[in-house]
C-alpha cells in the first residue's frame, strides 16, 4: 500500500500564535473575549464572597437587570442589522 504525496513545496503550518500575528481574530472570537473579559471578574467575585452593602440596593437584581439590558440590546441589534438594514 502507498500513500500519494504531492510534489513540490509542502506548506508548514505555523502555530496558532503566529497565524494570530498575520490576521485578526474572526467575529465570533473577538466576541466570546469580550465576554470572558466581562463573565471571569463576575464569576470570580461572586465565588471569592465579595459583597457590596449598598443601603437601600439588591445587587443581584441590579446585576440581573443589567444581563437584561445587554441581552435585550444585543437582539435588537442583531434585529436591526439582519432584517432592518439588509432591505
Not at 2 to 31: F, H, I, M, Q, W
Not at 76 to 87: G, M
Amino acid at each position: 500500500m502507498s500513500v500519494y504525496l504531492p510534489k513540490g513545496p509542502r506548506k508548514v503550518d505555523t502555530n496558532c500564535a503566529e497565524r494570530a500575528l498575520d490576521r485578526p481574530p474572526c467575529k465570533v472570537c473577538a466576541l466570546i473575549r469580550v465576554y470572558l473579559t466581562f463573565a471571569i471578574p463576575l464569576i470570580f467575585l461572586a465565588f471569592a464572597g465579595v459583597e457590596i452593602d449598598w443601603p437601600d440596593l439588591d445587587m443581584t437584581a441590579v446585576v440581573g437587570y443589567l444581563f437584561l439590558a445587554a441581552f435585550l440590546i444585543q437582539l435588537s441589534w442583531r434585529f436591526y442589522v439582519d432584517y432592518i438594514k439588509k432591505k
